[in-house]
């Protein structure tokens, strides 16, 4: 497993996402997910609030309940082709979200999953998808 963080950058990269150490999340504002993760996991990134941009690699297939919950900076997300399922609450109070494309792959989107997301202006998602 891979995990680095980066202080010239503020940037974490990691190629498993069980949850991002407690000593970064007041710090990290780019986050890197490489090839071999599957899924984001419970709260892994939760109340990053420096988080401004985040790559996921294509094989996510999972994001886990409040995973990105409280990340108030993050402008921006690419969710991969090949994602099924976004968990309850996983983008709930991310202030500065703008805009998200749901993959046509996705299969189920959990409860409250933009709540709070006051700049959320546009939200495309696949007709055969359960809310």
Known sequence: MLHR????????????????????RSKVR???????????GLCAF?????????ELCKTI????????????SLSGITLPEGL???????FTDCKNL????????????GQSVFEGCQSLKMINTPENCVW
């Open 30 to 40: 780019k986050v890197i997910v490489l090839n071999n993760a599957t899924t984001i």
């Open 98 to 109: 703008r805009e998200l494309k749901i993959p046509s792959t996705v299969k189920f989107i």
């Open 84 to 90: 099924i399922r976004i968990g309850n609450g996983a």
């Open 5 to 24: 963080y980066d202080d010239a950058t503020s940037t974490y990269i990691t190629d498993d996402v069980p949850d991002i150490p407690d000593r970064f």
């Open 61 to 72: 297939t999972e994001i886990d309940d409040y995973a990105f919950r409280g990340c108030t």
């Open 46 to 54: 939760m109340n990053c609030t420096l988080l401004e941009s985040v």
